[in-house]
């Protein structure tokens, strides 16, 4: 099992920057591929970008060259660096954890709010 906590959401003008943070707990940390969704008000979760057990990263179309992911093995925490904010990407952020074999996402965090004002 793996207890996920985000933080560092809030309210950012148009053009300007958050990082939002994961810590992880439980089970080895090191041990799952680490990812980021959003969902915004009236819309569906959608998928931000994740990292790997090796380094490796992935984003969503919508956030590529805006974003970037980290993870810290000694902190158990991963990091999602968001630059040049939109007023589209207003959402509650979550971060999940899944089992590198695994087809979904086994754990979710309760998701932090990000509002990018105009």
């Known amino acids: 099992q793996v207890q996920l906590v985000e933080s560092g959401g809030g309210l950012v003008q148009a053009g300007g920057s958050l990082r939002l943070s994961c810590a992880a707990s439980?089970?080895?940390?090191?041990?799952?591929?680490m990812g980021w969704f959003r969902q915004a008000p009236g819309k569906e979760r959608e998928f931000v970008g994740a990292i790997n057990l090796i380094g490796g990263r992935t984003y969503a179309n919508s956030v590529r060259g805006r974003c970037t992911i980290s993870r810290d093995m000694a902190k158990n925490t991963v990091y999602l660096q968001m630059n040049s904010l939109k007023p589209e990407d207003t959402a509650v952020y979550y971060c999940a954890a899944q089992i590198p074999s695994a087809r979904e996402y086994d754990y979710w965090g309760q998701g932090t709010q990000v509002t990018v004002s105009s």
């Open positions: 439980g089970r080895s940390f090191s041990s799952y591929v």
